[in-house]
């Protein structure tokens, strides 16, 4: 194969695109495409640039969905390289955003720029959803070009996210699901006063710590085939006014639910709050979906990518629904297939982020050999 996806890949992972800013990259991104017969569309919502381009306009639609922006860097200093000057040491390729995930969207034209030259008369259409807000709060990115395409009825069928799936070595994981995250803001209130007059004060952690006991012990469910357990973890606490002589009038905790298909949102929220009621506390609570859970059974989308692994690495890959949230949270309620394949998560958010330089052509490879699983006549 020839270096164009490396090419590529350096040229987006040299722009500082720290989220929620694209400095540009998505009309590089844009230029390449149009010269394919892709029509470009950039949705702009508050700092967020969104960029929508198809080719075709028939059924299936295979999307190839991203983001160009990162996160920020940390402490330069201890980077070994200029985060944005992407080097390459010891066939690795140090950049920030260069496993999570130019190195994908890079890869995903270079595909398509290999599969349209030879298939021009392929079936169905291509599509590409970047967004520059996925690092960021989420809230004007993937979600509003999905509520755009809804609105005009224009549907995804197959939605293939290049978010960082490998484990060690590209293609060994893929993700065909993703759990569900509910997050909540609770304060109980209590009643301050002297330490040393307990009986005139009414102190809120204490009054509040056998219901987080409680939560933090209840078995939610016992997951099922593609999910583990569901699981709760309180991850901030926060009460008094710094005295130690006083006992505080509140407390706030936060706390975070990743939960499977076994569960709903609203079934949580319920259970949550029948055990603080239960313990009669005082409380306000402000509950925080990031996300639903979602799972791609095995079909046609699952089966083009064990097909294209298989062929272009040799290896049998395994599905996950581990890990974090990515947008596919917001393709997948559609009706989407979703599925996230790209390269090795082991650095990705980290000091001297990398990718394995020999693996950017792996996975383009394997980009258009989906491609040409799905869209070619006699695999319609």
């Not at 194969?1 to 500082?16: G, H, N, P, Q, R």
């Not at 005139?200 to 997951?223: F, K, R, Y």
Request: glycine residues 8%; contains cysteine; proline residues 5%.
């Amino acid at each position: 194969m020839s270096s164009e996806s490396f090419e590529l890949a350096v040229e987006l992972l040299s722009i500082d695109s720290v989220t929620p800013d694209d400095k540009g990259c998505q009309k590089i991104i844009c230029q390449r495409l149009k010269k394919l017969g892709f029509e470009c569309e950039f949705l702009q919502f508050g700092e967020v640039t969104n960029l929508w381009a198809r080719k075709g306009n028939t059924s299936p639609v295979l999307a190839f969905a991203g983001h160009t922006d990162v996160v920020p860097t940390g402490p330069l200093e201890k980077w070994n390289s200029d985060p944005f000057i992407p080097e390459v040491r010891d066939d690795y390729l140090y950049a920030r955003g260069a496993a999570d995930m130019k190195s994908s969207i890079a890869c995903m034209v270079t595909a398509c720029e290999r599969f349209i030259k030879e298939h021009p008369g392929h079936v169905g259409s291509i599509a590409f959803l970047i967004t520059s807000d996925e690092e960021g709060p989420s809230v004007d990115g993937t979600v509003k070009v999905i509520e755009v395409l809804e609105s005009r009825g224009e549907k995804i069928d197959w939605a293939l996210v290049g978010e960082p799936s490998s484990s060690k070595t590209v293609g060994d994981v893929v993700k065909n699901g993703r759990r569900g995250s509910l997050g909540a803001d609770l304060t109980v209130h209590g009643v301050q006063g002297h330490v040393a007059y307990p009986h005139l004060a009414d102190n809120p952690i204490h009054m509040v710590a056998p219901a987080m006991a409680e939560l933090s012990t209840t078995e939610w469910d016992q997951g099922n085939e593609f999910f583990p357990p569901t699981t709760f973890q309180v991850s901030n606490i926060h009460s008094g006014t710094g005295a130690t002589n006083v006992i505080p009038g509140d407390v706030k905790i936060h706390f975070n639910l990743r939960f499977s298909t076994c569960l709903t949102a609203e079934s949580i929220k319920q259970s949550v709050e029948a055990v603080l009621q239960k313990h009669d506390l005082n409380f306000e609570i402000e509950w925080k979906l990031s996300g639903q859970p979602f799972l791609t059974q095995e079909g046609a989308l699952v089966e083009a990518a064990q097909t294209a692994i298989r062929q272009v690495t040799g290896m049998e890959t395994e599905l996950s629904t581990g890990g974090g949230t990515s947008d596919g949270r917001f393709i997948a309620p559609t009706g989407a297939q979703v599925l996230e394949l790209g390269p090795v998560n082991a650095s990705i958010h980290q000091i001297n982020e990398h990718i394995k330089v020999s693996e950017i052509d792996t996975l383009s490879q394997i980009y258009e050999t989906m491609l040409q699983q799905l869209l070619l006549p006699s695999s319609a």
